[in-house]
């Protein structure tokens, strides 16, 4: 959903027209629905939302969302009280407190009906809803774990409470949007709703001592890129808990590219403001209504200019999927793969990083996760993408710094080193996903570590 995903917690590439072994389960507290709710009570602020990135558009994609939401404008953002009792009431903000007062499945199934009849949830986006209910319990469930009841019904009656919140009064981003963390904390709300979803005893990270050398790095006042493909909405949230005991700083500062959908769609859109998003309009769905397509350019290329001042002061990092949208798998084989690299995609991210003043450094980095929040089977143009959910084992990695000088010295013109560059990194990726598929797929495990990937669990 962001999870974004990354979404989706949706992570995509710039696009080149805008510029030239058993393990034990790692134990974490569930929090109370008695907890969670008292964290989630509303006031008005008087804070101005700066100019948008709206969480509607024009075009397709705009139009598919003029059917979920109704557009309206808002000058306030929405702000949590964290003590029901301080006098600051929901009344405030005319909130529905139907799904945060949810004590049972049947409180949250009968809120949403309540809240479409009463004309809250479009029709189209309260069959989201109970769609992604189901499908989230049968996951949790399917895990095993104790309390498995208990977080369904916890975590979605906060996830509802959020949606129906957007839809009210949709959010703002910004070209870059820093993750809301107070006084909602949306960046550890994606995380207790991913979380149930990975099966950490068949989960993995390849070369955690490189994701050491990347903080380091970045401590140091480096830029770090990360070229990687982009499997699921919940990308960067398996990023943040696979590193989350080793080095919870990378999940927390890494900035996502992320495109227009899961900025758009209303059950991403709360995953998505828990993270730190570049917003582009991905290359895919760039031609989905010839008359944005200006439109289009002009948004990348304001975002591109954010990026490049924020990589200028140094100590950034950067993720970026150059495929331009999440992997498929092959339509013959069924067997998923990282899907090819945009050479201008990659060649652009490397001159922002050379041309910042700040030194810089180029990974690439493999994600294995697709099971967790699997895309569609094709491309869809249209907002309100089926979302099916499950309870799987995924999988990190990590290779060392890919030097463009050191691939390239052979080349004899530019363009031959673009595609030089961009195939290194994604043989890369590709060598490292192969490994997490033994490890995890065919259920090797650490023994499927090579003599260029090391696998480890972090959390052990």
Known sequence: MTLTFSSSAATVAVAAATVTSSARVPVYPLASTTTLRGLVSFRLTAKKLPPPLRSRCGGASVRAMSELVQDKESSAAPSIALDE???????????SRTFLDARSEQDLLSGIKKEAEAGRLPANVASGMEELYWNYKNAVLSSGASRAEE??????????????????????FNPYHKAIREPFDYYMFVHTYIRPLIDFKNSYVGNASI????????????NIVLISNHQSEADPAVISLLLEAQSPFIGENIKCVAGDRVITDPLCVPFSMGRNLIC???????NDDPELVDMKRKANTRSLKEMATML????????????????????????????????SSVDNMRRLVEHSGAPGHIYPMSLLCYDIMPPPPQVEKEIGEKRLVGFHGTGLSVGPEISFSDVTAACENPNEAKEAYSQALYNSVNEQYKILNS???????VDASSSTVSLSQPWN
């Open 85 to 95: 009792a301080a006098g600051e009431t929901p009344s405030e903000l005319n909130h």
């Open 151 to 172: 977080t369904v019904i916890s975590n979605m009656s906060v996830a509802f409470d959020r949606m129906l919140l957007g839809v009210e009064d949709p959010y703002t």
């Open 211 to 222: 994701f050491s050398e990347l903080e380091d790095k970045i401590r140091q006042g480096h």
């Open 280 to 286: 582009v309009y991905s290359k895919k769905h760039m």
């Open 312 to 343: 200028r002061s140094g100590g950034q990092l950067i993720w970026i999927a150059p495929s331009g949208g999440r992997d498929r798998p092959d339509p013959s084989t069924g067997e998923w793969f990282p899907a090819p690299f945009d050479s």
């Open 439 to 445: 490890a995890i797929k065919h259920r090797i495990g």
